[in-house]
């Protein structure tokens, strides 16, 4: 398979709107700063959609559960209508914030939209789900892991 | 803010239509379609521009919790495959599957199969919470060898 098309176009635009040198791309994704951020697209064959996603934290392994509850507490029914997932990979040790979109709103300034939200959205996410995971880990009776430290 | 919800309206009296049903009188920015006995809402977001599809796939006992590991995994895992996430309504003690989508990338005339997919997916959803939650107590699981947490259904 070529190089997707989509992936070419969509981080050659995202220099237009986000400056020269924040945006390239691979085989089967791209990725793009937002300040001091990094999104990333990768493409969802199977199901003709991309995902645009970022990452919250790699936090140490200890604090997971904590972070899964707060995770679940962020996603608020107004969130989920808005298209976006928190998620955790403990695989990964990978907390993340991310839409999934269909491909053809790539080709489009609705589809840089979509990625700039994501950024945006990001600041908020990781904070709050730093504090409500700290929150629980202090709890008496709580979390057996240490105190989540969080750094952004 | 007001919002725009006319798109929404247009296309929800299209699926109606090509489902040869009533067109609703009033559509706001909800609607709910039914395939077999599950209940499938259509909800516009603020931009008038997205619409996600939802519907119940676990109801909490009043005595457990939710498997917060379950959801998170789940969530990362289908981000990736297909676009699906759960939410977990604290209010209704609900579990619901989601799917957004851009209004401007559905097409009415596929409304029937888009359903009946999306009810499939949430029966399978909720099949493997339940499966997975009782066969792995919380607090009790060690990862597996393959670093997955959870045996995921196929799409």
Known sequence: MTLPQALVDFSAAC???????????????????????????????????????????????AGFADLEKAAMAYSSRELVARGFVVGVNRAADLILLGRSIEQTAL???AGLALVSDVATEAEVAAAMIAK??????????????????IHN | MST???????????C????????????????????GDRWIE?????????VSFAAMVYMKPADT???????????????????????????????????????DTLEARNIREELIAFADMAA????????SSEEQAAGTRAALPSGETGNFIEV
């Open chain 1, 15 to 61: 220099q237009g709107r986000f400056g020269a040198g924040t945006a390239g791309h691979n085989d089967d994704g791209a990725f793009v700063s937002i300040g001091e951020r990094v999104v990333h697209i990768n493409l969802d064959r199977n199901a003709n959609r991309a995902v645009v996603w970022t990452e919250l934290d790699r936090p140490d392994h």
């Open chain 2, 4 to 14: 725009d919800n006319s798109r929404f309206a247009e296309f929800v009296a299209e």
């Open chain 1, 107 to 109: 080709g489009n300034e």
């Open chain 2, 124 to 131: 399978h959803a909720g099949t493997w919470y339940i499966r």
């Open chain 2, 42 to 50: 259509l909800k516009a977001d603020d931009s008038g521009e997205g």
């Open chain 2, 65 to 103: 919790e939710i498997r917060a590991d379950l959801v998170a995994s789940f969530n990362v895992h289908y981000l990736f495959n297909g676009g699906f996430s759960l939410f977990f309504d604290t209010a209704t003690d609900r579990l619901y599957l989601c799917r957004p989508h851009r209004l």
């Open chain 1, 132 to 149: 409500t995971a700290a929150a629980q880990s202090n709890r008496p009776g709580g979390a057996d892991g240490a105190a989540v430290i």
């Open chain 2, 16 to 35: 109606c239509k090509v489902l040869e049903l009533e067109a609703p009188a009033a559509t706001g920015d909800s609607h709910m379609f039914q395939v």
